[in-house]
Nanobody, 116 residues
Framework: DVQLQASGGGLVQPGGSLRLSCEASGFTFNAYHMSWFRQVPGKGFEWVSTLFSSGGYARYAGFVKGRFTISRDNSKNQLYLQMNNLEPEDTAVYYC?????????RGQGTQVTVSS
């Protein structure tokens, strides 16, 4: 049974940092590209970043502007998203997704709130 559990969200002030983690199980983690998406109530499911299965190539949405870094530890079946210089517009529920598109399997997300 595929499971993806995101964690690490919280309330942070503008300019602050958070590190999201995603624990994956039930599939061969190192065989899949992995992604982070986010969703704001009333808005669509928005792609944030994708990391190739080997961990050697990453892609980011334009709004990231060098503030986020995606990484993975294939030995631990973990995906990460280091988010720096957070902005109020980054407030959303963040999901880790298996694959590189919104149709991939996802688990429960983690809420990130950026507010002073």
């Amino acid at each position: 049974d595929v499971q993806l559990q995101a964690s690490g969200g919280g309330l942070v002030q503008p300019g602050g940092s958070l590190r999201l983690s995603c624990e994956a199980s039930g599939f061969t983690f190192n065989a899949y590209h992995m992604s982070w998406f986010r969703q704001v109530p009333g808005k669509g499911f928005e792609w944030v970043s994708t990391l190739f299965s080997s961990g050697g190539y990453a892609r980011y949405a334009g709004f990231v502007k060098g503030r986020f870094t995606i990484s993975r530890d294939n030995s631990k079946n973990q995906l990460y998203l280091q988010m720096n210089n957070l902005e109020p517009e980054d407030t959303a529920v963040y999901y880790c997704v298996r694959g590189d598109n919104a149709l991939g399997r996802r688990g429960q997300g983690t809420q990130v709130t950026v507010s002073s």
